[in-house]
């Protein structure tokens, strides 16, 4: 069987080593002249020269012990450090609100109304909802822990993770939440599951690609796929620029959007469902100031949307990763959401750095001027799984041609572990 995989970020490349660990060589093409997709990360020395870095995407990644993804870093000999437990803010009330570490801390938190802690006392006692039909998120949440936690907490909690707003997805959001309720409550479920820590790989979250592709046979860089087409013989003939295959098996582990252009010729159905799964634009505004207690020893702050957007929350690096900047930098790194999904209100006011420094001292008064700024604009950077977004998955994944398999983000959920989880059964189909 021959394989081919179109697409060399970390789900291709995960793709591809699952492939190899079971004896089977595929070949991956990449469009970019590096690997990793999203996952990059980029020297950015201080302005002085000493060495410094940035990532373009993910800034860690969750890791239960013994799970699926703890198994993937020990095999591929990474490394990875956890950089403890830090204090996360989130802005509500015109101030920067600690979220408490420990579940006594919620009992006293100013985060929720009292009406609020005490119906989220009964979330272990909530019926289990039914597979079908699919939730919203907000819906899921306000039927399980109330409708305060729908409101108070989760707005911000999902526009860090997913910079949209909560109202407009599906509960196919975030996997993690159904798969907790599986186990009779999120309580239950995050309980049995284990705790997970965010841990970040020696060198960055780019290591991760990069040792990918070095264990792999059969990576080319610099290679878009243009076109597939049908053998008369039922295989399929790959075109690139420069390069041409004949291959049993063609998996598309791109972006649903770059998915459907080249399946449109031969599955329009699937290629249709495809289109429908929109994709979300972020801006990040990367800054260096001097270290200042107690962001410098945190893990960043998110703001209610309610109260800030588009500007959506500052994470802190230079803590979650002592190799971004020397002990004489905080760095932070800045996320704003598109201004049309945010309804900006104030839509013609550029966002660039005088407005985003603005909007970071409006919650940090104190914070310096930036020694050095860095911005990176990243179009459709996230999958929006808004409302029916189960249905459209099933119907681009039924509508698929034979030999024709589609891995993506998009289907699996948002973070680089739910793509480690979700290969797992997707292999087996195989
Ligand atoms: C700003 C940001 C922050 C994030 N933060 C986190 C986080 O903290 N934790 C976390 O777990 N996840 C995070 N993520 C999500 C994580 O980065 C993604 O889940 C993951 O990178 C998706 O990988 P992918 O391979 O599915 O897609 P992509 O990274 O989009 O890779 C697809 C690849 O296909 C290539 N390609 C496209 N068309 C073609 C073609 N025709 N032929 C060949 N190649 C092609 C592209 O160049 C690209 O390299 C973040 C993402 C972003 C953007």
Redesign the pocket.
């Known amino acids: 069987m021959t394989t081919l995989i179109?697409?060399?970020?970390?789900?291709?490349?995960l793709a591809a080593y699952y492939l190899q660990e079971r004896g089977e060589n595929a070949e991956v093409?990449?469009?970019?002249g590096a690997?990793?997709?999203?996952?990059k990360t980029l020297a950015w020395p201080t302005e002085d020269g000493r060495p410094g870095r940035m990532?373009?995407?993910?800034?860690?990644?969750?890791v239960t012990p013994g799970s699926r993804t703890d198994v993937l870093f020990k095999a591929l000999d990474l490394q990875l450090k956890s950089p403890g437990k830090g204090a996360r803010w989130v802005g509500t009330g015109g101030r920067l609100v600690p979220v408490p570490a420990h579940p006594v801390g919620l009992v006293t938190t100013a985060l929720m109304s009292w009406s609020t802690k005490f119906r989220m006392c009964f979330e272990p006692f909530m019926p289990v909802g039914p597979e079908e039909p699919e939730e919203g998120l907000a819906d899921f949440m306000a039927r399980r822990a109330g409708k305060g936690i729908a409101t108070e907490l989760l707005p911000p909690m999902v526009a860090g993770?997913l910079?949209s707003p909560t109202e407009l997805l599906s509960v196919d959001a975030i996997p993690k939440l159904r798969q907790w309720e599986s186990h009779g409550s999120l309580f239950n479920g995050i309980r049995k599951s284990g705790v997970s820590h965010l841990q970040v790989p020696e060198g960055g979250m780019g290591s991760l690609p990069i040792r990918l592709s070095e264990r792999l046979s059969s990576v080319h860089t610099g290679?878009?796929?243009?076109s597939l087409e049908r053998t008369p013989d039922g295989r399929w003939r790959v075109k690139?620029p420069g390069a041409e295959r004949i291959v049993d098996r063609v998996i598309l582990?791109?972006?649903a959007f770059?998915a459907a252009?080249?399946l449109g010729p031969h599955a329009e159905a699937s290629a249709q469902a495809l289109r429908e799964i929109p994709y979300t634009s972020?801006r990040?505004w990367h800054s260096r100031h001097t270290p200042l207690a107690p962001f410098k020893d945190g893990f960043g702050f998110l703001i209610h949307p309610e109260e800030g957007r588009p500007y959506l929350g500052t994470l802190v690096p230079s803590w979650i990763d002592s190799g971004s900047a020397p002990e004489d930098r905080m760095q932070f790194r800045s996320?704003i959401g598109d201004p049309v999904l945010w309804r900006d209100p104030e839509p013609d006011q550029p966002k660039d750095w005088a407005w985003t420094m603005g909007r970071l001292r409006r919650w940090v008064p104190n914070l310096s001027e930036a020694f050095q700024t860095r911005e990176?604009v990243?179009p459709n950077?996230?999958p929006r799984a808004e409302k029916g977004h189960r249905g459209r998955v099933r119907r681009a994944v039924e509508g698929l041609p034979q030999g024709v398999h589609w891995?993506?983000?998009?289907r699996f959920g948002?973070?680089?572990?739910?793509?480690i989880e979700g290969l797992e059964p997707w292999l087996d189909t195989l």
Do not use: K, Y
Not at 29 to 32: F, L, R
Not at 35 to 39: I, K, L, S, Y
Not at 414 to 419: I, L, N, S
């Open positions: 179109l697409g060399g970020g970390i789900t291709g490349l093409w990449e469009a970019d690997v990793g997709g999203w996952v990532e373009r995407g993910p800034q860690g990644v969750l993770i910079a290679l878009r796929a243009e690139a582990a791109l972006p770059e252009a080249l972020v990040l996320f990176e990243s950077a996230i891995l993506s983000n998009a948002p973070g680089v572990r739910d793509v």
